[in-house]
Nanobody, 123 residues
């Protein structure tokens, strides 16, 4: 069982920046590929970013490429999502997820999910 706890959400203005963190206590964090997904009001869950176990491989969709960056620190058991120049449409609950099927763009690639952190972007 992997417990994931997101933090760093809140209110941010367009043009600002925000960094989300996802902590996974335990010594097995480095064995998991990590992903970020989001679900905006009235929308389906959407893939945002993924990173391999060692951090050498990442994938980010075109919708947020150039504005979002994913990284991880395995010594701190934490994965990050840096959000620069956020847009109002980035408003959503952001979830991190962990899996061992290789980096994936689909929810089914991940076995463990955090509760999510709300990000609200205002203009």
């Amino acid at each position: 069982q992997v417990q994931l706890v997101e933090s760093g959400g809140g209110l941010v203005q367009t043009g600002g920046s925000l960094r989300l963190s996802c902590a996974a206590p335990g010594r097995t964090f480095g064995n998991y590929d990590m992903g970020w997904f989001r679900q905006g009001p009235g929308k389906e869950r959407e893939f945002v970013a993924t990173i391999s176990t060692t951090g050498t491989t990442t994938a980010i969709p075109d919708s947020v490429k150039g504005r979002f960056t994913i990284s991880r620190n395995n010594t701190k058991n934490t994965v990050y999502l840096q959000k620069d120049s956020p847009k109002v449409e980035d408003t959503a609950v952001y979830h991190c997820a962990a899996g061992q099927r290789g980096i994936g763009l689909l929810s089914r690639s991940y076995d463990y999910w955090g509760q999510g952190t709300q990000v609200t972007v205002s203009s």
